[in-house]
């Protein structure tokens, strides 16, 4: 009788573990599936992979959405801290230690450049006229004038106080002189916020032409600028090799 019932009885067995083992597979799988694409998610964006993960039950389901949004809502204040720790609060233009990063990024890779530094001729004066949050004004009509002269692949800085600087890669110091010259032009044509007109003086320099040492392009680019400003103001000077 034993004999009979387990001849009876094994292929149903048999059936009943396999139909539990794929069941298992399916309910195990889009867990094994979420789960990797969290723990991937530090490295690349995971979410159009998460939404394609078949949930077919209500705590796949709901566990595939609170890991939607927590993924969303972390990539959104990593974005915001990675803008807040690149950029110039008050002109939104690119800071000092993002500027510095490029340059040795391009400077490792061979890219020739040119820098612009500029700053605002006798700005103490208008702070000390108007006021400061008059002066944060004219500081923002001259990041928007920077980038009105601008291509989209320069990057336009703020170098620090009333000084700032536009990296212009594949320019040579001449391309780069024009493009100084619109921009000091435009500002001497226009009213600024503080109902008057603000000049710039320029400097300007190049890599690898001038220098292949970052340190010395800034040392350059800053002598070009205090030549430009003993000599007048509101004027660009362009870097010359022959003459360091």
Request: hydrophobic share 40%.
């Amino acid at each position: 009788m034993l004999k009979d019932m387990i001849q009876k009885w094994l292929p149903f067995l048999f059936l009943s573990l396999l139909i539990i083992w794929w069941i298992s597979i399916k309910i195990a799988q889009p867990l094994h599936q979420l789960a990797y694409y969290t723990e991937n998610s530090t490295e690349n964006s995971q979410e159009e992979h998460i939404e394609k993960v078949v949930a077919w039950y209500y705590e796949a389901i709901q566990l595939k959405k609170s890991l939607l949004h927590s993924l969303v809502f972390l990539h959104n204040r990593v974005n915001y801290f990675m803008y807040q720790a690149t950029t110039d609060p008050l002109t939104k233009l690119t800071n000092r230690r993002t500027m510095d990063q490029q340059m040795q990024n391009w400077a490792a890779n061979r890219v020739p450049f040119s820098i612009i530094l500029l700053d605002i001729d006798r700005f103490k004066r208008v702070n000390d006229t108007y006021g400061h949050s008059v002066g944060d004004e004219v500081l923002k009509f001259l990041a928007e004038q920077m980038k009105e002269v601008s291509r989209q692949t320069d990057i336009c800085c703020r170098f620090g106080g009333e000084e700032f600087v536009i990296l212009l890669p594949y320019t040579d110091k001449t391309e780069a002189f024009h493009v100084a010259e619109r921009l000091r032009m435009n500002m001497e044509s226009s009213i600024s916020p503080c109902g008057e007109i603000v000049t710039i003086s320029i400097g300007v320099s190049s890599y690898p032409t001038c220098t292949s040492e970052m340190t010395k392009l800034i040392e350059q680019v800053d002598e070009c600028l205090y030549n430009a400003k003993k000599s007048g103001r509101n004027r660009t000077i362009v870097f010359e090799p022959n003459h360091e």
